[in-house]
């Protein structure tokens, strides 16, 4: 004969454990709106930099600069300073960090480093 097993008691879920710590759960949720409201000033800061930085790369429109740089008539070296200005962006852009901490938050900058690469090459191109 073998004996009977017994399974335990299933455990209470994430829900009942929390709900049943009413004073708890109100402390935690005041210590992440806190954590929350800390940090907002330093992502609006770390925002401001990549925009303050690198805005007129995504927000000129090429084509149309382009135009009004074939009606200048400018001479080749103007036009060779331009490519070398945007292949030193690109090395800058490169050369920031991929990506940042902020406490609790983790901020993945290597998506907007890619696109401003490829603004770069465009320019470049």
């Given at each position: 004969?073998?004996p009977?097993?017994?399974r335990p008691?299933?455990?209470?879920?994430?829900?009942?454990?929390?709900?049943?710590?009413?004073d708890?759960?109100?402390?935690?949720?005041v210590q992440i709106t806190t954590?929350?409201t800390s940090i907002?000033?330093?992502v609006?800061?770390?925002?401001?930099y990549?925009?303050k930085?690198?805005k007129?790369m995504w927000?000129?429109?090429k084509?149309?600069?382009?135009?009004?740089?074939?009606?200048?008539?400018?001479?080749l070296?103007?036009?060779?300073?331009?490519i070398s200005k945007?292949?030193?962006?690109?090395?800058e852009?490169?050369s920031?960090?991929s990506s940042?901490?902020?406490r609790?938050?983790?901020?993945?900058?290597?998506?907007?480093k890619?696109?401003?690469v490829?603004?770069?090459?465009?320019?470049?191109?």
């Amino acid at each position: 004969n073998r004996p009977e097993l017994t399974r335990p008691a299933p455990l209470p879920s994430f829900y009942e454990i929390i709900s049943s710590d009413e004073d708890t759960t109100l402390k935690t949720i005041v210590q992440i709106t806190t954590g929350i409201t800390s940090i907002v000033e330093k992502v609006q800061h770390f925002l401001n930099y990549w925009e303050k930085k690198y805005k007129h790369m995504w927000d000129q429109d090429k084509e149309a600069y382009i135009r009004r740089y074939e009606k200048a008539r400018k001479p080749l070296s103007a036009f060779d300073a331009d490519i070398s200005k945007y292949l030193e962006l690109q090395d800058e852009v490169l050369s920031e960090d991929s990506s940042t901490n902020m406490r609790f938050l983790h901020v993945d900058c290597a998506p907007l480093k890619q696109a401003l690469v490829g603004h770069c090459e465009a320019w470049v191109a």
